[in-house]
């Protein structure tokens, strides 16, 4: 009962932390500001360094506010297994990148598009579930899966709109980059969460203790990007440069979803991470039509709500195990 309630509290808060980021991200993007624009490299190695700072003080409070213990933990479970610990390489450094990538992806994609796009990182979490775990997926989570694509879609599929204008007025090569940089955005996501998913379930270890690991990495790749790709402005300019209150909330809240996206893997799994975040999807736009006034919702988006809905619900469908599950 309590692991069903964590878990359902995780996704709740996946979707808070989801919306909110989506929202401010896109305006921190597009917000006309005197002086340079902050350089997204440089929220990605911030951003690693709050989620370090943070889980360390969540390993001091699970031990007590002890700090000889504190050291104790990180001692033995950092620098005394660095096998463990170089396990967590990997997902760190195509996280980083992905990162990175998703602001690329906005930087030369629509919104509408960006998003779109972007939920195929639903079906390939699946496949990688099924290929890495040996999940097996009953026919209603197959098809909740495919009605899920399509409520996506239709949520935001564009309209003949000032925005669609601006969307056709892209360069080609602009939309190329943007698309190339979402798809591949897409498999590493999938693949980097079902691997943490794996190390995770496998270890007894703390969830923090992971992060911490995690964040280590991603801050050592952070800053080699940063400084291979950005150098010259960092050098000139400083790693905070454009930095304002949208930015760094931008950067906590992105700092959050690191840490809310482990608890979900945790007592959830990636594919239920995926719902949430496409409700949240759902939400960001109704919440850009009350109060943001800027989207004008069609019946095609009440058609995508809905789907959505129904397969979130079709999904956690408790139906008799099929015989013969697909394994794909």
């Given at each position: 009962?309590?692991?069903?309630?964590?878990?359902?509290?995780?996704?709740?808060?996946?979707?808070?932390?989801?919306?909110?980021?989506?929202l401010t991200m896109r305006y921190s993007r597009t917000l006309q500001a005197e002086g340079p624009r902050y350089l997204a490299s440089s929220a990605v190695v911030v951003a690693e360094v709050m989620k370090i700072i943070t889980c360390v003080l969540l390993v001091f409070k699970e031990h007590s506010y002890s700090m000889r213990a504190l050291n104790s933990v990180l001692r033995q479970e950092i620098a005394h297994k660095p096998i463990e610990t170089l396990k967590l390489a990997i997902p760190?450094?195509?996280?980083?990148?992905?990162?990175?990538?998703?602001?690329?992806?906005?930087?030369?994609?629509?919104?509408?598009?960006?998003?779109?796009?972007?939920?195929?990182?639903i079906l390939t979490t699946a496949l990688f579930s099924v290929s890495m775990l040996g999940r097996r997926l009953g026919v209603y989570q197959w098809l909740s899966l495919l009605i899920l694509m399509a409520g996506v879609a239709l949520v935001q599929w564009p309209s003949e709109t000032p925005e669609t204008q601006e969307k056709e007025a892209l360069s080609t090569g602009s939309q190329f980059v943007g698309v190339t940089a979402v798809l591949v955005a897409c498999c590493s996501s999938g693949f980097a969460?079902?691997?943490?998913?794996?190390?995770?379930?496998?270890?007894?270890?703390?969830?923090?203790?992971?992060?911490?690991?995690?964040?280590?990495?991603?801050?050592v790749f952070g800053l080699f990007g940063m400084l291979a790709f950005d150098g010259e402005r960092v050098t000139e300019s400083g790693m905070f440069q454009g930095y304002n209150t949208v930015t760094w909330t931008v950067v906590a809240l992105q700092a959050l979803g690191g840490l809310v996206i482990a608890a979900v893997i945790k007592y959830a799994d990636n594919i239920l991470k995926g719902f949430a975040t496409s409700l949240s999807i759902i939400l960001s736009t109704l919440i850009s039509y009350f109060w943001l006034q800027d989207f004008d919702p069609t019946g095609v988006f009440f058609l995508g709500a809905i789907l959505v809905i129904v397969a979130t619900f079709l999904y956690g469908y408790e139906g008799k195990p099929s015989p013969n599950p697909s394994r794909a």
């Open positions: 009962m309590a692991s069903s309630r964590l878990k359902y509290l995780s996704l709740g808060v996946l979707v808070f932390q989801t919306t909110s980021l989506v760190s450094g195509i996280y980083t990148l992905q990162n990175n990538l998703l602001y690329l992806a906005l930087s030369n994609l629509d919104a509408a598009t960006y998003q779109v796009t972007y939920q195929l990182k969460g079902v691997y943490f998913e794996k190390i995770l379930k496998e270890s007894k270890q703390s969830v923090w203790v992971r992060n911490i690991q995690l964040g280590m990495f991603g801050l």
